[in-house]
């Protein structure tokens, strides 16, 4: 399956939509109480095998669909997506969580995709009756995507490397083999269309001349997979400098993902669409 750019931006753009209009609708309530964190993940321990062609054996350890079901996190400034990616059943799942502090509450997002089947499942905290509130059922709801206003905000299932490492390995211009499986070198946002796109997190015009010297290292697992994807983006126009890290790890110990079915699911309600909406 052809891989395209911009899948963890998706889920990111539809949630904070929805965290908008939340936000909004629980200022008129006046009711707040703490909300809650989530902890990250560790990458693989490192192999220890240099490799001839530096560039070549990075790639070929960026997964595919020929891959086991595997676990990711994908991170860029203060924004974090985390979730499944399952191949074999051609399925992703994404989960995103937005926070308000004025007042104090917390959406998680999640989007299961299967094909080109969609199911989305809102988690509410840090106030009460905010899922009544605002008509969100706390199971899974089966997309139409139909009535998704936004057809970038439609999500298919996009291949194997959701963090599109892949696109951003091959337009590097410099890669060197340091050793225990870590690689570092030079990517050129400004490569190809793919390249620009690859990263959301990142405003490739702004950055100038500096999008083609952007620095990165990665890191290889003894299982032979790559386990991190780091990326130095420098300061540009308003933006801070920042890092984004794409992780990916438990190849093979992640969970098989299936179509949600019974009381675990029902139809999205009209209350579904407002939030993708806006």
Request: overall charge negative; charged content about 20%.
């Amino acid at each position: 399956m052809t891989q395209r750019t911009g899948t963890t931006g998706s889920i990111r753009r539809v949630a904070a939509t929805g965290s908008a209009l939340l936000t909004a609708t629980v200022l008129l309530t006046g009711c707040a109480v703490p909300d809650r964190s989530s902890a990250g993940a560790t990458p693989p321990a490192p192999s220890t095998s240099p490799s001839p062609d530096p560039k070549t054996a990075l790639l070929a350890a960026v997964p595919d669909d020929d891959d086991p079901r595997f676990r990711f996190t994908h991170s860029g400034g203060a924004d974090k997506v985390s979730g499944v990616v399952d191949p074999a059943a051609e399925a992703t799942e994404l989960t995103f969580s937005q926070r308000s502090t004025d007042p104090a509450f917390t959406m998680t997002m999640s989007m299961r995709v299967i094909d080109d089947r969609v199911w989305m499942r809102v988690k509410l905290t840090g106030i009460d009756g905010l899922h009544e509130a605002m008509k969100l059922p706390k199971r899974w709801m089966k997309l139409d995507p139909s009535k998704i206003k936004d057809e970038a905000d439609n999500l298919v299932y996009e291949g194997a490397d959701p963090g599109n490492t892949g696109v951003l390995i091959e337009s590097a211009s410099t890669v060197q083999d340091k050793g225990s499986g870590t690689y570092t070198g030079f990517i050129d946002l400004t490569a190809s269309d793919q390249a620009a796109q690859a990263v959301d997190d990142v405003d490739v015009a702004a950055l100038g001349p500096a999008a083609r010297q952007v620095p990165f290292t990665a890191v290889v697992g003894a299982d032979g997979n790559l386990g991190s994807l780091t990326l130095k983006v420098p300061a540009a126009g308003k933006a801070k400098a920042h890092t984004v890290v794409t992780r990916y790890y438990d190849f093979g110990k992640a969970p098989s993902l299936a179509a949600p079915s019974g009381d675990q699911v029902q139809t999205a309600p009209a209350s579904a669409y407002e939030l993708l909406n806006g």
